[in-house]
């Protein structure tokens, strides 16, 4: 009986790990789509960025020359890049800011009423931009912000003001597309922040009523460092997409007026199938990821000491 016992258990093992093989197996084919388009689609082009950033020539040429660093080189010493980087540093700090400003404001109102019939409607009016694209969004605005016959310089017109000029000048244009960049990713964030708001659980607030806590302080308090990771990562999000802003630019300004709307990514648009120079584009697509993953670095390194995990 012991022998059985014992001529049982080997065969029960070799089956569990025909099993345990069988199942990893079946999880690495599952995965291999993906694997296979995350190599296509990001891998790929990432190497072959960095090195074709190291070479000059055309779209067209077929040998093009070794140059090394004079892509980066070229753009160091180009003032147009230098603005380039400029705005989009501007750009970015705007979006972002009155985005989590606005998002966290609006959805803490929200979630106060709850309860109110109008939470809902308010809730779809708030999401429904972000489902729209961006170029339905830029050329509607292009059509509000037209600096003649714009719906807002007739309703300026109308109300006795002078016509602003949103977009024809150097120093609203930025601004003009920034805002219109807020409107239309607002309502995602809002919902991101709601949902973190509804997980506080609600013997935290019972306990500073208690306290007679005022309500700023709770928010500063009590809000605030409970809903902290959810900031962050929208932050972190809301960062990257700032960087990756193409549409409004292209439809909107194309760049200007002067050179005040370019960003990095429309740069290098703009070198890579303008000015037929794939070299200083990629050149110019590695300075992007570095931006982009020096300042997602700074994000996390500053969440480590403000970010609260429960």
């Given at each position: 009986m012991a022998k059985t016992k014992a001529k049982k258990k080997p065969?029960?093992?070799?089956?569990?790990?025909?099993?345990?093989?069988?199942?990893?197996?079946?999880?690495?084919?599952?995965?291999?789509?993906?694997?296979?388009?995350?190599?296509?689609?990001?891998?790929y082009p990432l190497f072959y960025m960095a090195y074709r950033s190291l070479y000059g020539g055309s779209v067209i040429s077929r040998n093009p020359k070794f140059v090394g660093f004079d892509n980066y080189k070229a753009l160091i010493e180009s003032t147009d890049f230098?603005?380039?980087?400029?705005?989009?540093?501007?750009?970015?700090?705007?979006?972002?800011?009155?985005?989590m400003v606005l998002a966290?404001?609006?959805?803490?109102?929200?979630?106060?009423?709850?309860?109110?019939?109008?939470?809902?409607?308010?809730?779809?009016?708030?999401?429904?931009?972000?489902?729209?694209?961006?170029v339905s969004v830029s050329t509607l605005f292009l059509w509000l912000m037209d600096s003649q016959n714009g719906l807002l310089n007739v309703v300026l017109t109308a109300l006795g003001?002078?016509?602003?000029?949103?977009l024809a000048s150097p120093e609203t244009a930025l601004?003009?597309?920034?805002?219109?960049?807020?409107?239309?990713?607002?309502?995602?964030?809002?919902?991101?922040?709601?949902?973190?708001?509804?997980?506080?659980?609600?013997?935290?607030?019972?306990?500073?009523?208690?306290?007679?806590?005022?309500?700023?302080?709770?928010?500063?308090?009590?809000?605030l460092p409970m809903i902290s990771p959810t900031?962050?990562?929208?932050?972190?999000?809301?960062?990257?997409?700032?960087?990756?802003?193409f549409d409004s630019v292209s439809i909107m300004t194309g760049g200007g007026p002067v050179n005040s709307t370019n960003t990095l990514v429309y740069y290098i648009y703009d070198f890579a199938y303008s000015y037929g120079k794939p070299g200083q584009a990629c050149a110019a697509g590695m300075v992007l990821l570095l931006f982009v993953c020096v300042v997602t670095y700074v994000q996390f390194l500053v969440g480590k000491k403000r970010v609260h995990y429960q």
């Open positions: 065969e029960i093992e070799r089956v569990a790990g025909r099993n345990e093989k069988r199942e990893k197996l079946m999880g690495y084919l599952m995965a291999m789509p993906a694997i296979v388009l995350l190599f296509a689609f990001t891998v230098h603005q380039v980087l400029m705005n989009t540093a501007v750009y970015t700090a705007i979006t972002v800011g009155l985005t966290i404001v609006i959805a803490v109102w929200l979630n106060g009423k709850r309860n109110s019939k109008l939470n809902g409607i308010a809730q779809t009016f708030i999401f429904t931009p972000h489902i729209i694209s961006m003001f002078e016509p602003y000029s949103f601004l003009s597309v920034s805002l219109v960049s807020v409107w239309k990713g607002l309502g995602y964030y809002v919902l991101l922040i709601m949902a973190a708001l509804q997980n506080i659980p609600t013997s935290v607030y019972e306990a500073a009523e208690m306290d007679d806590t005022p309500p700023l302080r709770t928010f500063f308090k009590i809000t900031i962050l990562f929208t932050s972190v999000v809301a960062v990257i997409a700032s960087f990756k802003v």
